[in-house]
């Protein structure tokens, strides 16, 4: 397992951009895939992006798409989630996830193994 560490939340406009970054420890950060999901009060925990251990892959959820971008930088051990264009609705509690994902199942919370503690965004609209 990793240990995961977000930042990067906070308090935005409507229409206005932040970039989350999720810091891992351990040597093995390359070989997992990683996700970003979020749970908003009152509802379900959610699935925004996800990435394969190399960054040639990536998957968004449709709400997110064209507005939201994962990355990585292996050499650092850490994974990104630029957010541009934020709605109201993208108000929640961002957790980062690290897991061996099958392809397929990058949406499913189930197939991510270790979390973060997760980072407060909030749009104001």
């Known amino acids: 397992q990793v240990q995961l560490v977000e930042s990067g939340g906070g308090l935005v406009q409507a229409g206005g951009s932040l970039r989350l970054s999720c810091a891992a420890s351990g040597r093995t950060f390359s070989t997992y895939s990683m996700g970003w999901f979020r749970q908003a009060p009152g509802k379900e925990r959610e699935f925004v992006a996800g990435i394969n251990w190399s960054g040639s892959s990536t998957y968004y959820a449709d709400s997110v798409k064209g507005r939201f971008t994962i990355s990585r930088d292996n050499a650092k051990n850490t994974v990104y989630l630029q957010m541009n264009s934020l709605k109201f609705e993208d108000t929640a509690v961002y957790y980062c996830?690290?897991?061996?994902?099958?392809?397929?199942?990058?949406?499913?919370?189930?197939?991510?193994?270790?979390w973060g503690q997760g980072t407060q965004v909030t749009v104001s609209s």
């Open positions: 996830a690290a897991g061996r994902v099958i392809y397929g199942t990058y949406h499913r919370a189930d197939s991510f193994g270790s």
